[in-house]
């Protein structure tokens, strides 16, 4: 008999790990460990969590070199250590959004059977469960400050101007191309809900409530923007709703300004890029509608709104920025 491939166990067994992390961050247990190293007994005390289950949880850790046992005391390694809040480079954030996709994950055979989204859309997380809403606005941000640096380089924002970030969320994206070019004036355009966030994470950016189901986003028929920025929006939504959004986006354009798309932009195939192609369950689960699309049909909805599209720059992540300019 050929033995099965140890890559094979790995893979059906990946989820004890994100279920050891994601209950490290969400016990507490990270967060204290990060205080300095403590024996069982200090952790069940501050924590208030059941002696074998606390061990059972500190043996998972280790056995992926999370956390470390130096005589009787535990403390985080460095690979651990970036899971507690206060860490410099922490992914406390992230592991909780991905810890809620964990549950949802677990819906994947009803949605490929049915083809829906197991979660409501923004609008109504936003309204519904602000918290959890919140939370996955600032892991994005979190997100965007450890990878989303190559977005200026890529979309080549040099002159100055009004930069319009449709959707923008904690304003990640925009406040990087304001790093990058001082001389960009950037605002978020986002529903009410996420402006805490934005004032949270980037107040120095501008905020107006809008909507991107609105004609022009809700924006004033004589205001004109020299960018507009629609990041990660494009793969919540179907093709006519991207085709639309992209239409408004146009509309908002002044003469000579352009549009960029950064989004998840997957190859003719739907099989790769690999990070690409995994991403995208990870939208029919979460989005209704939602999908990876590839640069042929960005490019189409660019053209189709009157721009003229740029072809598309990847960086060393999954997600691409293609250029649509109005002449
Ligand atoms: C996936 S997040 C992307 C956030 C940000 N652009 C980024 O790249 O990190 C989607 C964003 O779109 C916003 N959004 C969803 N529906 C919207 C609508 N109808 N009008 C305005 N913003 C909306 C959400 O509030 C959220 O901030």
């Known amino acids: 008999m050929t033995p099965v491939p140890i890559k094979l166990v790995d893979l059906m067994t990946a989820y004890q790990g994100s279920a050891l992390i994601g209950t490290a961050v969400e016990s507490g247990l990270a967060d204290l460990l990060a205080e300095g190293p403590l024996t ?41 250590a970036p ?32 083809g829906h989204a197991r979660t409501g859309p923004w609008r109504e997380r936003l309204e519904n469960d602000p918290s959890q809403a919140h939370a996955f606005l600032r892991a994005l941000d979190d997100l965007c400050t450890l990878f989303g640096g190559e977005l200026p380089e890529r979309a080549g924002l040099d002159a100055a101007g009004r930069l319009l970030d449709a959707g923008g969320g904690a304003g990640s994206h925009a406040a990087n191309l304001v ?32 909507d991107l189901d609105q004609p022009r986003f809700g924006r004033p028929e004589d205001e004109n923007w020299d960018y507009v920025l629609l990041s990660n929006i494009l793969h919540d939504h179907p093709a006519d709703r991207c085709a639309r959004y992209v239409s408004e986006a146009a509309s908002l354009l002044a003469p ?3 549009l960029v798309i950064y ?22 689960v979460e989005n209704e509608g939602g999908w990876t699309w590839s640069e042929e049909e960005i490019a189409g909805w660019l053209t189709d709104a009157g721009l003229d599209p740029q072809p598309m720059k990847r ?4 997600i691409a920025v293609i250029r649509g300019l109005r002449t």
């Open 40 to 80: 069982i007994d200090e952790i069940i005390a501050k924590l208030g969590t059941d002696d074998r289950g606390t061990m059972a949880l500190l043996a998972g850790l280790a056995s992926y070199e999370l956390v470390e046992r130096d005589e009787d005391r535990f403390s985080l390694t460095g690979l651990g």
């Open 83 to 114: 899971l507690a809040g206060s860490h410099p480079e922490t992914v406390a954030q992230i592991v909780l959004k991905e810890w809620f996709f964990y549950k949802l994950w677990a819906e994947m055979p009803v949605a490929v059977k049915d």
């Open 179 to 210: 790093e990058a070019n001082p001389e960009i004036e950037a605002t978020v355009l986002d529903l009410p809900g996420a402006e805490p966030v934005l004032r949270e994470r980037h107040p120095e950016l501008g905020f107006v409530e809008g």
């Open 256 to 258: 000579g300004g352009s």
């Open 263 to 284: 989004d998840w932009v997957i190859d003719p195939g739907r099989t790769s890029p690999p990070g690409v192609a995994r991403f995208t369950p990870m939208m029919v």
């Open 315 to 318: 960086g060393f992540g999954p």
